[in-house]
């Protein structure tokens, strides 16, 4: 399930409005959910997420595939993760908190479909 989701996320941030945003974050993410590492970079063009790791990202985030399913439907606040140890981040914080509206992205061009 979150292989698909990845997927999703993937192609959202390829359209022009996500790759908009991906320029206005510019950043390369490393995402550990569950077993699988993805890397999420904003700064190539176009931007990408794919399985894999980075040498040098600029932010990390942890979590369970349960959390990650919770914070991509919206029934799972991401604040509330961390703060419960759900969610774990390394790096800059501030890029951590701009992952929401990538996930946000990820939603809307979901519900177009």
């Known amino acids: 399930m979150a292989d698909e989701i ?3 996320i993937a192609a959202s941030i390829s359209s022009p409005e996500g790759a908009e945003l991906a320029k206005s974050i510019n950043s390369v993410y490393q995402w ?7 890397v999420m970079d904003l700064k190539s063009s176009p931007p990408s997420f ?3 790791t980075s040498d040098k990202p600029d932010c990390s985030v942890k979590m369970s ?3 990650f399913l919770g914070l991509v439907d919206g ?7 961390f703060m419960q140890g759900k969610l774990k981040i390394k790096g ?3 890029l951590a908190m701009k992952l929401g509206q990538v996930l946000e992205t990820a939603r809307d061009s979901q519900a177009k479909l």
Do not use: F
């Not at 550990?32 to 993805?38: A, C, K, N, Q």
């Not at 029934?75 to 993760?81: D, E, F, P, R, T």
């Open 75 to 81: 029934s799972l606040n991401s604040q509330q993760a």
């Open 32 to 38: 550990h959910i569950g077993s699988d590492s993805w």
């Open 92 to 94: 800059n914080m501030m």
């Open 6 to 8: 990845c997927n999703n």
């Open 65 to 67: 595939e349960d959390t």
């Open 50 to 52: 794919k399985k894999g």
